[in-house]
Each structure stands twice: as C-alpha cells, then as structure tokens.
C-alpha cells in the first residue's frame, strides 16, 4: 500500500460501525470541511440515499453495502491520506472524489490497491487519459475539454468584439477549464484582453478588478469554485464592474448565491443535464425533499456512481475488482441520471452540458 501522506489527517474518515464480513464496504470522499464542503455534503447525502435504497431492496448479491466517508477537503495530500487510509479498510470501490486534484493523486493509491474508483465530479481530462494502469479510473460526469467549449461558445456568441477577461485559480480544475475556455475562444477569432490568475483562499480582489475596470471588460471567464467566484463578482459590483460572470460547474451549489446576494443575478455556468429534471429520478429526488434537502448540484451523481458500480457487481456475481471492470465496460446502466454507459478510458458515453443562469437566488437552463 502507499504511504505517502498516511499520516496526514488521524481524523480524516468518518468510518462507521466494523463492517460485517459480508458486507460490501464502499467510500465517499470528497471535501467534508473545508470552503468546499457544500460539495462533500452533496456527495454524501448522494451517497447514503444510494446504500440506504440498495441496502432496502436486499443488498448486493444478498449482501450489505457499508459506507465510508473520507474528507479530502480537497487537499492532494489529505486526498492520497484518505485513499490509503480507505485501502487499509478494505473498501473494494469510491466514488470520488470531488476536486479533480484530489481524484488524479488519490487515484494512484487506487491504481496499486486494485479499487474501483468512480467519480460523480472530477471534470479534469487527465483523470482518465493516463492508459492502461487506470482502467479501474471511471467518471460519471462530463470533461473540461467538453465544457470549455460550451462556456467558450456562449462567450463568443454574447460577447464577440467586446473585452473579456479569463481568469483561473491555479487548481487542475480551474486552470484546466478557463483554459479550454479559452482555446474554443481563440479558435473562434477571439482574442481575450486579459488572462490571469489569483490564488485559491483569496479573498481581496480589488487589484484585478481595477485593472478589469481599465480594461473595459464586459465579460469575466471564471475557472475556479464559488468560493473565489462568488466574492469576485461581488467586489466587482461593489466597485463598479458590471462584466458577466460565465464560469462552470463548481458554481453548482446555493453557496454561491449565499456569498454573491443580488450581485450573483445573471451569473452563467455551465454544467450537465440537471438529473432533478429527470423523470427517472424524481422517487429520489422527492425523498430528499421530504428530508427537506434539495439534491442539487453532484448529489445525484454521487448516487448514479454507487448505482453502476453494485449494478456491475450484481451482473459480475463478484466484487473482485477484474471481474467486475469486465461488466462496468461498455455495459448500460440504469441509473438516476438515466441509462449511462463509459467508453474505453472510462468517461461516461453521453455528457450533456447546458448553459445556466443564476436568477433570483436560483439557476436554470438558459438553452
């Protein structure tokens, strides 16, 4: 097992009861604290419905399923902590993790332990295009390089002969999207006015919107999370910008408009098919709502990992990891994002990314 940053968080997982023999033990892990928690707790709110309904429906194979739940806060080390940590508990299979510089390095552990990983959220094409080791490597969402087109089509097509500004925050998500943002635009004749960078944790940004404001920038890329974004495009009404904000799925939580207020109205992102619009999950999403919880943003995707990986589990007759991989490649799975199915590398076969504006506290589809 990998030992690199074992040590890191004595407290990072919050393991339930010892599992039985034979219960099946799977993980969630994602940034259970941290300015990303409202992403963790989607992931295992997904997460618990999911063993919850399976587990009330008979099981897998007749057995259990038994939930760990492991805290990155979105920290490459504490990730490669927790992913052996989860190894050490004999966890045949995760779905996670949230920050795609969380799933790349966590993923190696995963790689050498033979874990099957599925993540509802990690966007970032590296994840799945490092070849044969990581054929355990699967995600349920789309890729940046599918995404940025999108934002950089609706940029083009809103914004073309005005000033625009791409900004990123140096993570592998948000580099790597503001980046193939980017590429679409300048492919499109589109030359931005500036490209920069600020620093994840940041919270002042009158330096750049100064210079936004000397530049006339009408229209802000934003690749990073809603953390950054949501007081960017606050200060930036506060001192007189009114650019749009266009950034991408990380704005997918009602945090964001917990930090913008009004300043976030018009805000646009991207991201998939919203799977509460989908009639197929509506028995779901109707339980979470009787909790009073609303399952936005990755909380059902959490839930249609952990669906495909027991479904695979359940045609394989087997949780031995190349047993079930030869049932989890190219086969249909019914889950609530509807039927899904992963190509060669492990990326689901159908994204669908939409355009999003945030209006009056909420975001719906824009086309």
Request: net charge positive.
């Amino acid at each position: 097992m990998r030992k690199a940053g074992f040590g890191i968080v004595a407290a990072a997982l919050a393991f339930a009861a010892p599992a039985l023999a034979q219960d099946i033990v799977i993980a969630t892990a994602g940034p259970m604290s941290g300015q990303y928690a409202s992403f963790g707790e989607q992931m295992r709110r997904g997460a618990q419905m999911a063993v919850a309904d399976i587990n009330a429906r008979g099981g897998v194979m007749g057995r259990k399923l038994r939930l760990e739940i492991g805290d990155d806060a979105c920290d490459p080390k504490q990730a490669v902590a927790v992913a052996n940590q989860l190894a050490s508990r004999k966890v045949s299979f995760v779905a996670g993790h949230f920050c795609s510089g969380s799933s790349i390095p966590a993923s190696e552990v995963y790689a050498e332990e033979g874990i099957i990983q599925i993540s509802p959220a990690s966007t970032n094409p590296t994840l799945t295009e490092r070849g044969a080791k990581f054929k355990n490597v699967f995600r349920v969402c789309g890729r940046d390089d599918q995404q940025g087109v999108v934002g950089g089509d609706y940029i083009v097509d809103n914004f073309k002969g005005k000033p625009i500004a791409v900004i990123h925050d140096k993570s592998a998500y948000g580099k790597g999207l503001a980046d193939f943002a980017k590429k679409r635009i300048n492919e499109k004749g589109v030359t931005e006015a500036m490209y920069e960078a600020v620093t994840q944790g940041d919270k002042d940004f009158t330096a750049l919107i100064s210079k936004m404001k000397q530049a006339r920038v009408e229209a802000i890329y934003y690749g990073g999370y809603h953390t950054e974004a949501g007081l960017m495009i606050r200060q930036a009404r506060e001192q007189g910008l009114n650019a749009v904000l266009v950034s991408g799925d990380a704005l997918v939580t009602q945090e964001y408009w917990s930090i913008t207020g009004k300043a976030g109205e018009g805000t646009i992102m991207t991201f998939d098919a919203d799977p509460r619009k989908n009639p197929v999950a509506k028995p779901v999403v109707d339980k979470f709502k009787a909790q009073g919880y609303d399952p936005e943003g990755y909380t059902l995707y959490t839930y249609a990992a952990i669906q495909a990986y027991t479904q695979a589990v359940s045609r394989a007759k087997s949780t031995k990891t190349d047993d079930v991989l030869k049932f989890l490649n190219g086969a249909t799975f019914d889950t609530v994002l509807g039927l899904i199915s992963f190509n060669a590398k492990g990326d689901v076969t159908t994204p669908a990314y939409r355009v999003y504006a945030w209006k009056d506290g909420k975001y719906d589809y824009v086309n």
